[in-house]
């Protein structure tokens, strides 16, 4: 079930979650990995308070982080050498075989779990020959928002997205909205606002977004934004910031704020 890396198999070391993947085309490895997912389905079904919360029916298969997808033959056999719409070489053909067939035979038993996956890195784009993929698989299609101020990549990222709509009926929008790690407050208010609005009208009822704010206001506005987009993804984004910015420091400073945030929006989109 490891992967091969330079003809060698590779067993990572005890509780390593990064830099490796299982070996999609192994022989047998769905079935294993449908029975540890059934066996948490069975676990969560038995404590009653438990199986009422909708996350306990969820599992999910998403790829480890940092790469590290196996490139023995008959992984690259099935996934060939094509580069996906992030620079990546495909792993997608033979990722996607596995967790369809996990997801068909888990389905048997729990016809209305939910099995998320991430469509990243190497698993970014579904391939063109593939149809119709079980309908409980809801791939969370990631990409940064901020990169949608240029209009080529947000084309790309719509297409890819669009693609995905045309084998599942509900997907998730993943984005990357970092603060704390920058020295000016990382701002794209309308980047953001684009991507849920947009998402939403095409097939999106899930989000995850990982944000990591300072320790101060900075990310405030955007969290703001976010959040109450999420709730409606159709609000008013101008109307939302205006709260913020009134509710943060009063009607008097609220406009100084905001041209603030205005200019820096304008450093990192323009």
């Excluded at 209305?112 to 579904?126: D, G, H, Q, R, T």
């Excluded at 000016?184 to 704010?213: C, D, M």
């Excluded at 405030?220 to 109307?239: C, F, S, T, V």
């Amino acid at each position: 079930f490891y992967p091969e890396f330079n003809g060698k198999r590779v067993v990572p070391a005890s509780g390593q979650t990064t830099f490796w993947q299982p070996c999609f085309t192994a022989l047998n490895l769905a079935e294993e990995l449908a029975k540890n997912v059934i066996n948490k389905l069975d676990t969560t079904a038995k404590n009653k308070n438990s199986s009422k919360n909708p996350r306990n029916s969820t599992v999910s298969l998403g790829v480890n982080d940092a790469g590290g997808f196996c490139t023995c033959k008959n992984c690259q056999k099935v996934n060939g050498n094509t580069l996906n719409y992030t620079g990546n070489i495909s792993a997608s053909s033979s990722y996607l075989a596995l967790i369809n067939k996990v997801a068909n035979i888990v389905t048997t038993q729990y016809p209305n779990c939910k099995l998320p996956f991430l469509a990243y890195s190497s698993v970014a784009e579904i391939p063109p020959h593939f149809g119709k993929l079980n309908p409980r698989l809801i791939p969370e299609i990631a990409y940064d928002s901020m990169y949608t101020a240029d209009d080529k990549l947000k084309n790309n990222f719509r297409r890819v997205f669009n693609s995905w709509g045309k084998s599942l009926d509900e997907l998730a929008l993943g984005d990357y909205v970092y603060g704390k790690y920058f020295l000016l407050p990382r701002t794209n208010f309308k980047t953001i606002h684009e991507q849920v609005t947009w998402a939403y009208k095409h097939k999106a009822r899930h989000y995850y977004g990982e944000s990591y704010p300072g320790n101060d206001w900075a990310e405030g506005p955007k969290l703001y934004l976010l959040i109450k987009l999420l709730w409606n993804p159709l609000a008013n984004k101008d109307a939302i910031l205006k709260e913020w910015y009134t509710c943060c420091v009063g009607k008097k400073a609220a406009p100084y704020l905001e041209k603030y945030f205005t200019n820096l929006e304008k450093f990192w989109t323009q």
